[in-house]
């Protein structure tokens, strides 16, 4: 018997499928002839547990860190111990095992670590799936290789896993029990990828506060030229005061120049326009949904996660959800129309926007070469019915259908037009622009555009018909939201200023992952480092003390940089993991080091910030060993440990 171990129900159900013989449903498997499929539900084995290495681990204690396990253990998820024992029963009548987890560094940890923790020693083939099309699915069963070539990828994505428990197990120790110490009562957790989310809004928040507004002046003038009327803004040479964005700071020179304007002739000195084409946005990546969707209707990143998996598991109505790409397989292409006139039939703004669509344009959105472990979001074609769907439902779904529909659209065209007048020998610049094909833009806003400036040619003149010096005044920066919060994780590399390490970054995924960020997000409230003040994330005195207790590097991205680093050489050179982890330890040891009660006190007592939940006394007295959150991740999701 051939067994095929899928990564999660719907790839299972998808390869069996595709096999020549009918598949019929046992627990936990599918039989098609002489193949068995059967399935992970995301991570079905975890880290163990450090007191499963010492049973004096169990008591939280300083002088047991750093916590360095010799031999790596991993323990069954309570609520994976059915599933697990299937596979333990299969393997028994197999004579070859194909792997078939998601084509990327943790959908090969996920399905191998059971195959190895199960003890299989028989052949394993590779099967690699990011198209769940039938036929997709039967080029795939017909090119699987040796797993042997992807036993890098494995230990890359192990010496991750283990990474992170070694970072989070022993510094949220560290923490926890100095901030006893100093008189704090309950976990302070920390973690290579939460850490530095809430120092992003920690610091964005001290930003906010520390603010100190500034006044600046602008002068705008009205000007007649042979093919209408436009506004003008004056641009202030350098000898004048100005600050880093070229705003003038003191009055007077506006003042004096707006009395002489009125009246005054000048000309077009420079005119610049370019034609602009701009094709349609991308089908949605989850990220990329998340932002849009907090944006427009106000839903949390966990809330569009959460519709999204309804979308996907209970109505079948979009493709698998927690996919980083925006891309889709080119297979996709030719089934297009009849998928999206089905999946759009029943809702008549989707009915307007299908009719609009021109299915003889194909876009870069398909695009095989840039199809990862999974495509992009689209519906699947199944006839959805909106009214049955709540309405967060129905709105996130249009927008999933809207974007792919979007790909058969022409692309938006523009002319920008840029135009510089010089007035009583000072310069004014207007801009302005003309569209000349809407294409895909209806479907996206109907926001009134800036209106076009009049017809115009360089050299001809001006007259000023009027003009005004309006006070201003800078503004902080914007606290974050949901959206804008998903959105600097995804562009980590912005916060960063080593040209190096902003370039890894970009490379890689940010900070999380698109399977994580929302979770990331919720844990940070449900530990009471950030709260929700009406759509703003702000963080609360706990958790700003906390970011300020800690080493700066340890609230910073830049850690994540140089592990991917290392990760990759690991994954695409085969190189040792072990300099990796000795020098995660040799960092880890410093961290550690660094932990101190009189600096936590401190911080703690310093810290600015929202009020958070209160700490419960009692909390842990028992056991020396502080309660800890519980993750409310569900059992068939994929775990990626931060």
């Given at each position: 018997?051939?067994?095929?171990?899928?990564?999660?129900?719907?790839?299972?159900?998808?390869?069996?499928?595709?096999?020549?013989?009918?598949?019929?449903?046992?627990?936990?498997?599918?039989?098609?002839?002489?193949?068995?499929?059967?399935?992970?539900?995301?991570?079905?084995?975890?880290?163990?547990?450090?007191?499963?290495?010492?049973?004096?681990?169990?008591?939280?204690?300083?002088?047991?860190?750093?916590?360095?396990?010799?031999?790596?253990?991993?323990?069954?998820?309570?609520?994976?111990?059915?599933?697990?024992?299937?596979?333990?029963?299969?393997?028994?009548?197999?004579?070859?095992?194909?792997?078939?987890?998601?084509?990327?560094?943790?959908?090969?940890?996920?399905?191998?670590?059971?195959?190895?923790?199960?003890?299989?020693?028989?052949?394993?083939?590779?099967?690699?799936?990011?198209?769940?099309?039938?036929?997709?699915?039967?080029?795939?069963?017909?090119?699987?290789?040796?797993?042997?070539?992807?036993?890098a990828l494995y230990r890359?994505?192990?010496?991750?896993?283990?990474?992170?428990?070694?970072?989070?197990?022993?510094?949220?120790?560290?923490?926890?029990?100095?901030?006893?110490?100093?008189?704090?009562?309950?976990?302070?957790?920390?973690?290579?990828?939460?850490?530095?989310?809430?120092?992003?809004?920690?610091?964005?928040?001290?930003?906010?506060?520390?603010?100190?507004?500034?006044?600046?002046?602008?002068?705008?003038?009205?000007?007649?030229?042979?093919?209408?009327?436009?506004?003008?803004?004056?641009?202030?040479?350098?000898?004048?005061?100005?600050?880093?964005?070229?705003?003038?700071?003191?009055?007077?020179?506006?003042?004096?120049?707006?009395?002489?304007?009125?009246?005054?002739?000048?000309?077009?000195?420079?005119?610049?326009?370019?034609?602009?084409?701009?094709?349609?946005?991308?089908?949605?990546?989850?990220?990329?949904?998340?932002?849009?969707?907090?944006?427009?209707?106000?839903?949390?990143?966990?809330?569009?996660?959460?519709?999204?998996?309804?979308?996907?598991?209970?109505?079948?109505?979009?493709?698998?959800?927690?996919?980083?790409?925006?891309?889709?397989?080119?297979?996709?292409?030719?089934?297009?129309?009849?998928?999206?006139?089905?999946?759009?039939?029943?809702?008549?703004?989707?009915?307007?926007?299908?009719?609009?669509a021109d299915f003889t344009?194909?876009?870069?959105?398909?695009?095989?070469?840039?199809?990862?472990?999974?495509?992009?979001?689209?519906?699947?074609?199944?006839?959805?019915?909106?009214?049955?769907?709540?309405?967060?439902?129905?709105?996130?779904?249009?927008?999933?259908?809207?974007?792919?529909?979007?790909?058969?659209?022409?692309?938006?065209?523009?002319?920008?037009?840029?135009?510089?007048?010089?007035?009583?020998?000072?310069?004014?610049?207007?801009?302005?622009?003309?569209?000349?094909?809407?294409?895909?833009?209806?479907?996206?806003?109907?926001?009134?555009?800036?209106?076009?400036?009049?017809?115009?040619?360089?050299?001809?003149?001006?007259?000023?018909?009027?003009?005004?010096?309006?006070?201003?005044?800078?503004?902080?920066?914007?606290?974050?939201?949901?959206?804008?919060?998903?959105?600097?994780?995804?562009?980590?590399?912005?916060?960063?200023?080593?040209?190096?390490?902003?370039?890894?970054?970009?490379?890689?995924?940010?900070?999380?992952?698109?399977?994580?960020?929302?979770?990331?997000?919720?844990?940070?409230?449900?530990r009471g480092y950030l709260?929700?003040?009406?759509?703003?994330?702000?963080?609360?005195?706990?958790?700003?003390?906390?970011?300020?207790?800690?080493?700066?590097?340890?609230?910073?991205?830049?850690?994540?940089?140089?592990?991917?680093?290392?990760?990759?050489?690991?994954?695409?050179?085969?190189?040792?993991?072990?300099?990796?982890?000795?020098?995660?330890?040799?960092?880890?040891?410093?961290?550690?080091?660094?932990?101190?009660?009189?600096?936590?006190?401190?911080?703690?007592?310093?810290?600015?910030?929202?009020?958070?939940?209160?700490?419960?006394?009692?909390?842990?007295?028992?056991?020396?060993?502080?309660?800890?959150?519980?993750?409310?991740?569900?059992?068939?999701?994929?775990?990626?440990?931060?």
């Amino acid at each position: 018997m051939r067994l095929i171990i899928a990564e999660k129900p719907s790839l299972a159900r998808a390869i069996a499928d595709a096999l020549p013989a009918s598949a019929r449903r046992e627990e936990g498997a599918l039989h098609a002839g002489d193949t068995v499929v059967t399935w992970c539900l995301g991570h079905l084995l975890e880290q163990a547990p450090p007191d499963a290495y010492d049973p004096a681990y169990k008591q939280w204690r300083l002088d047991h860190l750093p916590i360095l396990p010799e031999r790596w253990k991993l323990a069954p998820r309570p609520k994976a111990r059915g599933q697990l024992a299937v596979i333990r029963r299969l393997l028994k009548g197999a004579r070859e095992v194909v792997h078939a987890g998601d084509p990327d560094r943790e959908g090969q940890l996920l399905v191998q670590e059971v195959i190895e923790h199960l003890g299989w020693k028989g052949p394993v083939s590779r099967l690699l799936v990011s198209d769940l099309n039938r036929p997709a699915v039967q080029r795939a069963l017909a090119r699987m290789e040796d797993n042997s070539r992807y036993h890098a990828l494995y230990r890359a994505a192990e010496s991750r896993a283990r990474a992170d428990w070694l970072y989070g197990i022993n510094l949220t120790r560290a923490w926890t029990l100095t901030g006893r110490q100093a008189g704090h009562d309950g976990v302070l957790s920390v973690g290579r990828v939460q850490t530095p989310v809430l120092g992003l809004v920690v610091r964005r928040d001290a930003e906010i506060r520390d603010f100190v507004p500034y006044p600046f002046h602008v002068l705008w003038a009205d000007l007649t030229v042979s093919g209408g009327q436009l506004r003008a803004w004056w641009q202030p040479a350098e000898s004048h005061r100005l600050d880093e964005q070229g705003r003038l700071l003191e009055r007077p020179p506006a003042e004096a120049l707006a009395a002489r304007l009125p009246g005054a002739e000048g000309r077009l000195a420079s005119l610049d326009a370019r034609q602009k084409r701009q094709a349609a946005p991308l089908p949605y990546s989850l990220s990329a949904l998340q932002v849009d969707a907090a944006r427009r209707f106000g839903l949390s990143a966990k809330g569009v996660l959460d519709i999204c998996q309804r979308l996907y598991e209970r109505h079948k109505l979009i493709t698998y959800p927690r996919s980083d790409c925006r891309y889709l397989p080119e297979d996709h292409l030719a089934q297009a129309r009849r998928t999206l006139e089905s999946a759009c039939h029943s809702d008549a703004t989707l009915q307007q926007w299908f009719a609009g669509a021109d299915f003889t344009l194909r876009s870069k959105a398909w695009n095989d070469k840039k199809v990862g472990a999974h495509h992009a979001l689209a519906p699947t074609g199944k006839p959805a019915d909106l009214g049955r769907l709540e309405k967060a439902e129905a709105d996130v779904f249009r927008l999933i259908a809207r974007n792919v529909l979007a790909q058969f659209y022409p692309a938006l065209e523009t002319r920008e037009v840029k135009a510089e007048f010089v007035i009583l020998d000072e310069r004014f610049r207007a801009s302005g622009q003309v569209l000349l094909q809407p294409g895909w833009k209806p479907l996206f806003t109907t926001r009134d555009e800036a209106p076009p400036l009049p017809p115009l040619s360089e050299g001809e003149a001006c007259r000023v018909t009027d003009c005004a010096v309006e006070d201003r005044e800078t503004r902080p920066p914007e606290p974050f939201t949901d959206a804008s919060l998903i959105k600097a994780m995804m562009n980590i590399a912005r916060y960063v200023d080593d040209p190096a390490v902003r370039r890894t970054l970009r490379e890689h995924d940010g900070l999380g992952t698109e399977a994580t960020r929302a979770g990331i997000i919720e844990t940070l409230l449900e530990r009471g480092y950030l709260v929700r003040c009406s759509k703003a994330l702000r963080a609360t005195r706990l958790g700003s003390g906390l970011i300020a207790s800690l080493p700066e590097a340890a609230s910073r991205p830049e850690r994540t940089a140089l592990w991917e680093q290392r990760l990759g050489a690991i994954a695409e050179q085969d190189a040792d993991p072990a300099p990796f982890m000795a020098s995660l330890i040799a960092d880890l040891q410093a961290l550690l080091a660094s932990a101190d009660a009189a600096r936590l006190r401190s911080a703690m007592a310093e810290a600015r910030g929202e009020a958070g939940p209160t700490v419960s006394a009692s909390r842990g007295r028992s056991s020396g060993k502080p309660r800890r959150s519980r993750s409310r991740a569900a059992p068939t999701r994929k775990r990626r440990t931060r």
